[in-house]
């Protein structure tokens, strides 16, 4: 037996061996998963915005006399009081023109008293029949002029004392002054101009406007009650929630055609100052509380654009079910349709299973 021949028998001995022996293939165990029921919660309802915060007041503050700066008392930027002093004018002039005008109701006075006693003492000795009708009624007329010319100076008065009072500026009210529009030394009021000297923001409380959609509004209508404060969340785009609170006080009487949405406007406390207006920010407004079905937010998954869930059959079989959400509640979310209260939801393993698999339950604590 030559060298080729042996090494052919081996061959096939061993691929008769082989060929004897029957290859038994062990099933992996079915995978372990964990499930939840879904549970009935009081559930809040909400509809969401987005809104700007507005100035609950901005103030142009103008000169109303014609006189150059002679001191500003602020800062660009820092917070003013109603009635704090901003600027003041040189008042030379108009301290010089109250004083004039005093003088002439001096003078006046003693015109009106003057003619006063002339009339008394005339229409005494007219009704005695001393003088004549002329010469009463030249002496009432008079008396009447010195009343109207005395009048005349009291209003001069007044008004001199009006311009005065304008060479001090002071804040309309309380707020955050913008930059500065004049510097000292600078002549406002040229020719009865009423230049603008600074702006002033009131930011406590802020306005929050924001606009409904025609589905939202037909929504909100029947909770508002505005005369009763009805209560907004706010928060900025920085903020994980709403961490501020405001009210309702205003809602437009109609629905602009243009856009389909109706004009709401809240107020918001601003004490602290953390709110700036301009912002952009998000709005959420209480419809309604009721009792709900909530699943952990990690059960639900899309598939072929329909929210999912996995689900159990009585014989431990994963089933798809497709479900209807509502809101959100944290970590959980509202099932509005598509579950019952006894269905077995998986809330893990649910990277290793697929539809029709057997699994391995246990009830998630």
Do not use: H
């Not at 309802?45 to 006189?67: D, H, I, N, Q």
């Not at 040189?90 to 004039?100: H, M, P, Q």
């Not at 959980?332 to 699994?359: W, Y």
């Amino acid at each position: 037996m030559n060298k080729k021949t042996f090494l052919l028998l081996v061959l096939l001995f061993f691929m008769v061996a082989c060929k004897g022996q029957e290859q038994k293939v062990v099933a992996p165990p079915p995978p372990q998963v964990k499930f939840q029921f879904p549970v009935k919660k009081e559930v809040t309802y909400y509809l969401y915005f987005s809104g700007r915060t507005k100035p609950f007041a901005a103030v142009e503050v103008k000169a109303r006399v014609e006189a150059k700066v002679k001191k500003m008392f602020f800062k660009p930027g820092q917070r003013v009081k109603r009635g704090e002093l901003l600027f003041l004018l040189e008042d030379d002039l108009y301290r010089s023109k109250v004083e004039e005008a005093q003088a002439l109701v001096e003078v006046r006075r003693a015109e009106l008293f003057k003619a006063s006693s002339t009339f008394e003492r005339m229409q005494k000795v007219f009704k005695q029949g001393g003088i004549s009708e002329l010469e009463f009624i030249q002496a009432k007329s008079d008396y009447e002029q010195a009343r109207a010319n005395l009048s005349l100076a009291l209003s001069s008065l007044k008004q001199a004392q009006i311009n005065l009072s304008y060479t001090q500026i002071k804040a309309p009210i309380d707020g955050k002054t913008d930059l500065n529009r004049v510097d000292e030394g600078d002549l406002v009021g040229v020719l009865g101009a009423k230049t603008p000297l600074v702006s002033i923001i009131q930011d406590n409380p802020l306005y929050v406007i924001f606009y409904a959609s025609e589905t939202e509004w037909l929504k909100l209508k029947e909770k508002l009650d505005v005369a009763k404060g009805f209560q907004v969340d706010i928060g900025t785009s920085e903020d994980e929630g709403y961490p501020y609170r405001g009210r309702l006080e205003f809602f437009a009487p109609q629905v602009d055609e243009s856009s389909a949405t109706v004009k709401l406007r809240a107020i918001v406390d601003n004490s602290s100052f953390s709110l700036e207006p301009g912002l952009f920010v998000k709005v959420r407004v209480k419809l309604e509380q009721k009792k709900a079905l909530v699943v952990p937010l990690k059960a639900v998954f899309n598939l072929q654009d329909a929210n999912v869930v996995y689900v159990l059959d009585k014989d431990n079989l994963v089933a798809v079910r497709k479900v209807n959400l509502g809101p959100e509640q944290g970590e959980e979310v509202v099932v509005e349709k598509g579950l019952r209260p006894e269905d077995k939801v998986l809330v893990s393993g649910l990277a290793k299973v697929r539809p029709g698999m057997q699994v391995i339950p246990k009830q998630a604590e």
